[in-house]
């Protein structure tokens, strides 16, 4: 098990209902992450509509987790 | 005679004072202002006046007239200091004689008021630390305007009795007024910008984007600092739903194009701007001639596919472009540096999203201050890039949580280019692509024209949007989630997608012509036919 902490933002915070949540999780690479969130939150967006950023660095989606990781999916946002 | 004078040397009071004693004056008042050793808590060495003297005097001579006209006054006089002055030196003189000493006392304040507010003279204050810095002795507070109109004033004030209302004042005053001179001294303090960045600004060129509740903080504070050049894309009319945030509109100004309401709002802030204004939303045909013509872009749009458009465009122009976005109550601002190395908008998000997906105001909901602190740092970076000032100048995707009030900073991979052959290509592709889909849309005013013109109309927004404003004429209804999936029972035909703002339309147009079908999109939507007009 892997211990990370997430951070939601815009439609994800809205769906997650919360900003941040820290879970254990045997996902091994955040793509596998997304899709499991995306199980338990019901998220609307695809994988290819979001960005996903480590430890405040933009990071591949096949990326290995780590234990204490800070993950964020960032969807595109439009409102101004 | 001349009751106004510039002196450049010291001046003899009672020479001054010699042609107010008249025999009807019953008394005399005078004001005198002298150079002080501090300001603003900073002890001064000295003052250097400076005048525009052909203007001051003929502006001096005119507020004295003013002052005859308006207080019963028996004659005044006035003179203003240039040159250098020592601390105790007489900067200004004001001698008013009159019957009574009400008049003397009212006409007295009147004058230096008025000269303290109108006259083109600035002051080189000289402090001890042995730094200087100018300032423009125009527009002070005039204090008279603020005297409550009294019962006891003489006859001759009935026939002018507004002259103490600041709204009346305003007409007789504002057609004489000196030309506005733009005071930039706050910001010119510091270090950093002083007189050079500020003929930076004055010739810096800047497109905003967008004058919604992010442009509009963004063009306040951008005219506020002297940016020489505004220009003002903007399709939409201002609504009173967009009050709430959109700060530089009033009710007053509901129907009217934003692009106009902003326009003259600016500069009625500094009127020394050269503000331009495009009121129809820029596309791939003209978007890099436009950009040629600005030093940086603002983006501001709460529309997808101008950000796009902006990105490629920036790319391929190498401008610098300061993004931003907002939903419900966060937002992400992204700097594009126009390096050829940074990472542009395709970098990040290498497709335009469905609009469906990411949220407009009208759909997700806003709070107001939330596009106005994300505005107003718009505004903080595009003064950063074009002052050069220090901090940060690396690429970066800014995350803003204003329910946390906490904000990310995500360093955007150096040299990041897009997926395919870089940044250039992928923006050339696009723009090329672009230009096809705008062949996509087609303009009608009425639904009954399209009808007529052989559309098949297919209404692509949600069922809740639909009931609340359903279409005048027959369509089929289809959201436009759900259109991938039913491309393939479209029979043959022309149809028009229509969605409230024409966004949804077009990508779903688009969703269709890859299956095949010949499908065009409402350009505007809804919200671009012609309104039927309510009776009563």
């Known amino acids: ?80 | 005679m001349k009751r106004f004078r510039m002196a450049a040397e010291a001046v003899e009071l009672s020479v001054l004072r010699q042609p107010l004693e008249q025999s009807g004056a019953g008394g005399y008042c005078s004001f005198e202002g002298w150079v002080r050793d501090t300001n603003e808590g900073r002890p001064v060495d000295g003052l250097d006046y400076e005048a525009y003297n052909e203007l001051a005097l003929s502006e001096g001579e005119r507020i004295i007239e003013e002052a005859l006209a308006r207080y019963e006054i028996t004659d005044a006089a006035a003179v203003h200091r240039t040159g250098s002055l020592k601390i105790g030196d007489l900067a200004v003189w004001i001698g008013v004689s009159s019957a009574h000493r009400d008049a003397a006392f009212r006409a007295c304040r009147y004058i230096i008021d008025e000269i303290k507010h109108r006259l083109p003279i600035w002051k080189k204050e000289r402090y001890l630390e042995g730094d200087t810095a100018w300032v423009a002795c125009m527009h002070t507070e005039r204090a008279h305007l603020s005297e409550v109109s009294d019962a006891h004033d003489h006859a001759h004030d009935h026939g002018h009795a507004h002259h103490h209302h600041a709204e009346a004042h305003a007409t007789p005053i504002e057609a004489t007024r000196a030309p506005f001179v733009p005071d930039y001294s706050r910001q010119q303090r510091l270090r950093d910008i002083g007189p050079v960045g500020q003929a930076k600004l004055a010739a810096s060129r800047v497109l905003v984007i967008g004058a919604g509740g992010l442009g509009c903080p963004v063009l306040s504070y951008l005219a506020g600092a002297g940016v020489g050049t505004l220009g003002i894309v903007d399709g939409d009319w201002v609504d009173a739903s967009n009050l709430h945030r959109q700060t530089l509109y009033t009710a007053m100004d509901v129907g009217q194009r934003k692009v106009d309401a902003a326009a003259r709002r600016i500069s009625a802030v500094n009127p020394t701007l050269n503000v331009r204004t495009y009121a129809e939303p820029l596309h791939a045909g003209n978007a890099e001639a436009v950009f040629a013509e600005y030093d940086l872009i603002v983006e501001c749009t709460d529309d997808m596919r101008s950000r796009y458009l902006t990105s490629d465009a920036a790319v391929l122009t190498g401008k610098p472009v300061v993004f931003a976005s907002i939903y419900q109550y966060e937002g992400q601002l992204h700097i594009y540096t126009g390096q050829a190395d940074a990472p542009c908008l395709r970098c990040l998000w290498p497709t335009m999203p469905d609009p469906a997906t990411v949220g407009t105001c009208a759909e997700a909901g806003v709070l107001g201050p939330v596009p106005g602190v994300l505005g107003a740092m718009q505004a903080v970076e595009a003064l950063k890039l074009l002052l050069d000032l220090p901090g940060a100048r690396r690429d970066s995707l800014v995350l803003v949580d204003l329910l946390e009030l906490s904000t990310r900073h995500i360093a955007l991979p150096k040299g990041a280019t897009c997926n395919h052959a870089g940044c250039a290509a992928a923006a050339r592709q696009a723009l090329n692509e672009a230009r096809a889909s705008e062949s996509l849309e087609l303009h009608f005013e009425h639904l009954h024209d399209a009808l007529a013109a052989g559309y098949q109309l297919v209404d692509v927004r949600e069922p809740a949007e639909v009931a609340a404003q359903p279409l005048s004429a027959a369509s089929r209804q289809l959201p436009s989630g759900q259109i991938a999936e039913q491309a393939c029972g479209f029979a043959p035909g022309r149809y028009l997608l229509v969605c409230a703002s024409g966004r949804r339309s077009l990508h779903a147009a688009q969703t269709l012509r890859a299956s095949g079908v010949e499908a065009y999109s409402l350009a505007g939507g809804v919200a671009a036919l012609a309104r039927p007009v309510l009776a009563g």
């Open chain 1, 1 to 80: 098990m892997t211990q990370v902490t997430l951070e939601y933002y815009a439609q994800l915070r809205e769906q997650a209902g919360r900003s941040r949540e820290a879970v254990q999780t045997q996902s091994a690479s955040l793509h596998d992450l997304y899709a499991e969130l995306r199980a338990r939150h019901g998220f609307t967006l695809d994988a290819q509509a979001l960005k996903v950023a480590v430890n405040s660095q933009f990071s591949e989606w096949n990326r290995p987790l780590v234990d204490g990781d800070v993950v964020v999916f960032i969807p595109p946002v439009a409102g101004g």
